[in-house]
C-alpha cells in the first residue's frame, strides 16, 4: 500500500464464490502478499461442488493469488474453532512475508478503494478499521444496508495475537474476525456483501456456515422468498445475526452492476471472468 503499511489478505472460502475475481481484482493491487485458505469440505461436512477446483485454477492463472491452501476441517474441533484456524492460516501467512496490517476477508465480499485510500491517509495507526456493511440481494442491482451497528473489521494491525473467536463486544460484529485492540474508526463507505448472490447453489449459505444450526431451520422460507422475489424495492426476507428472519426494504443501485459490464458469467467455472480485451471491443 505505501512504505509504512504492508498489507497482507486472506480470502476464507468454502462457497459464494460467484463474485471473487472481480473482488480480487479490486483488493489485489494493495496487497503486499494474497491467500486463498479454501475447502473442499465445510466445517460441517458438507460437499459443495467441484468446480471450486477450477476456480482456484483459474485465479491462479490470473495471478491473483500468491499462496493457496486447501483447508481440511478438524473433526474434533467446534464450528468456531474451524474458522478461526481458517483465518489464522492467512495471518501467519502474511506474518511470513514481512506484512504489518491484515485483512480478513470471505469469498463473497468486495472492498474499493476509498476504503483503502482512507486507512493510507491515516498512516495505519489505528489497531483496526472497521466497515459497515451494504448486503446484495439476488441481483447485484439490489441492495439493503445492515444495521450501522454492525460492523466488519478491515485492516488491523498485526500483533502477536491470533483469531480465537473472543469478542470484545465493543461493537456488534463476527467474532471469528476481529483480535484484541485498543485504538479503532469507524471509515466512511461500505463492504459490498455478495451474500444472497448465489448463482451455484443457494442451499450452501445456509448450511455450511458457523452458525448454520439456527439458519436450517429458517430454510425453506428463506428459499421460497428469495425464488419469488423479482420486484427492485420491495421487501426481501433475510436472516439476521443468524438467528432469526426479518423483512427488509431493498434499495437500487448500479454501482456494481456497471463493475459487472466487465464481466462474463462462465458457468464452467461457476465465477463472473473478466472479458479480454478483444472480447470488450466487439
Known amino acids: ?3 509504512m503499511i504492508k498489507l497482507g489478505i486472506s480470502v476464507n472460502m468454502f462457497d459464494g464464490y460467484e463474485m471473487l475475481e472481480m473482488n480480487l481484482r479490486f483488493v489485489k493491487p494493495f496487497a503486499t502478499h494474497l491467500s486463498i485458505v479454501y475447502q473442499e469440505v465445510s466445517n460441517n461436512g458438507l460437499v459443495f461442488n467441484d468446480k471450486i477446483k477450477d476456480v482456484i485454477k483459474h485465479l491462479k492463472a490470473e495471478k491473483l493469488v500468491d ?4 483447508y481440511k476441517p478438524d473433526d474434533g474441533a467446534s464450528l468456531q474453532e474451524n474458522e478461526c484456524e481458517k483465518r489464522n492460516i492467512g495471518l501467519r501467512l502474511a506474518k511470513e512475508h514481512g506484512c504489518t496490517h491484515f485483512i480478513t476477508m470471505d469469498a463473497d465480499e468486495l472492498y474499493l478503494p ?4 482512507q486507512v493510507i491517509e491515516d498512516k495505519g495507526e489505528k489497531d483496526v478499521y472497521f466497515s459497515r456493511i451494504r448486503t446484495y440481494y ?3 442491482e439490489v441492495f439493503y444496508d445492515e444495521d450501522p451497528k454492525f460492523l466488519v473489521p478491515f485492516i488491523t494491525k498485526i500483533r502477536d495475537k491470533e483469531y480465537n473467536g473472543s469478542n470484545p463486544r ?10 484484541p485492540y485498543e485504538t479503532s474508526t469507524i471509515l466512511k463507505g461500505v463492504m459490498h456483501h455478495f ?3 448465489r448463482t451455484l447453489d443457494f442451499y450452501s449459505k445456509f448450511n455450511s456456515g458457523t452458525n448454520y444450526k439456527n439458519a436450517q431451520r429458517y430454510y425453506n422460507v428463506l428459499k421460497e422468498a428469495y425464488s419469488n422475489f423479482s420486484s427492485i424495492k420491495s421487501k426481501a426476507l433475510v436472516l439476521k445475526n443468524w438467528s432469526h428472519v426479518e423483512e427488509v426494504e431493498t434499495d437500487y443501485t448500479s454501482t ?6 466487465e464481466y462474463d458469467w462462465d458457468g464452467a467455472k461457476g465465477i463472473y471472468t473478466k472479458r479480454s480485451l478483444r472480447q470488450s471491443l466487439r
Do not use: C, G, Q, W
Open 67 to 70: 499462496t493457496l491452501v486447501l
Open 138 to 140: 439476488k441481483y447485484p
Open 256 to 261: 456494481i452492476a456497471k463493475l459487472l459490464n
Open 114 to 117: 476509498n476504503l483503502f485510500e
Open 1 to 3: 500500500m505505501n512504505s
Open 195 to 197: 451474500s444472497y448472490i
Open 170 to 179: 465493543k461493537h456488534l460484529l463476527d467474532a471469528t474476525r476481529i483480535l
